[in-house]
């Protein structure tokens, strides 16, 4: 790299430190699921099943119409469906409890809500679902699709809720 854009590149981040001591974040804090406080973890096994499914369909549908037809490009579209199947398994859905905060990952990006900004918790047996004041989509968690382990999860966040005020609706 240049040394301007390294010095560019500098500066942004002395700026979004900055702008990160004001609102009250440690700079270079950890994101994700390494972070601080009580993290939950889950497994994806559904969507993996199902690229594992399609790859191997596909794979069976060039064997049946006849190996000659098969090409480089095929048998690298049936491996991308078995890599991707096992980069979703190995990335696993969390959700951690930090202070006033709660953190997950929707659609492959950190997500985060504070305290003050949860509508509502519902917390119904093998499911937790955690509902925003804002636009923002519901977050749910479920032991059946996740392996979420609920009964714990709902535990943690029932002491969030009653250290925040927080509404818990516990079936």
Same mark, same amino acid.
């Given at each position: 790299?240049?040394?301007?854009?390294?010095?560019?590149? /500098?500066?942004?981040?002395?700026? *979004?430190? $900055?702008?990160?001591?004001?609102?009250?974040?440690?700079?270079?804090?950890?994101?994700?699921?390494?972070? /601080?406080?009580?993290?939950?973890?889950?497994?994806?096994?559904?969507?993996?099943? $199902?690229?594992?499914?399609?790859?191997?369909? !596909?794979?069976?549908?060039?064997?049946?119409?006849?190996? /000659?037809?098969?090409?480089?490009? !095929?048998?690298?579209?049936?491996?991308?469906?078995?890599?991707?199947?096992?980069?979703?398994?190995? =990335?696993?859905? *969390? $959700?951690?409890?930090?202070?006033?905060?709660?953190?997950?990952?929707?659609?492959? =990006?950190?997500?985060?809500?504070?305290?003050?900004?949860?509508a509502?918790?519902?917390?119904?047996?093998?499911?937790?679902?955690?509902?925003?004041?804002?636009?923002?989509?519901?977050w749910?968690?479920?032991?059946s699709?996740? $392996?979420?382990?609920?009964?714990?999860?709902?535990?943690?966040?029932?002491?969030?809720?009653?250290?925040?005020?927080?509404?818990? /609706?516990?079936?």
């Open positions: 790299m240049s040394r301007s854009f390294e010095r560019k590149v /500098e500066k942004n981040r002395q700026k *979004y430190n $900055l702008k990160q001591e004001k609102k009250g974040v440690k700079p270079g804090g950890t994101l994700g699921s390494r972070g /601080e406080g009580t993290i939950f973890k889950g497994r994806n096994m559904l969507l993996p099943m $199902l690229f594992v499914f399609l790859g191997a369909l !596909y794979a069976a549908m060039g064997f049946v119409g006849g190996t /000659e037809s098969i090409n480089t490009l !095929y048998v690298i579209t049936v491996a991308l469906y078995f890599v991707f199947a096992l980069i979703i398994f190995l =990335r696993k859905p *969390y $959700l951690r409890i930090y202070k006033n905060k709660l953190f997950t990952t929707k659609f492959n =990006r950190d997500r985060s809500l504070e305290a003050g900004s949860i509502k918790i519902k917390w119904s047996g093998k499911t937790i679902t955690i509902v925003p004041k804002t636009k923002e989509p519901v749910t968690f479920s032991r699709r996740n $392996l979420f382990e609920t009964d714990k999860m709902g535990e943690a966040l029932q002491q969030f809720a009653a250290a925040h005020g927080v509404v818990l /609706e516990k079936n």
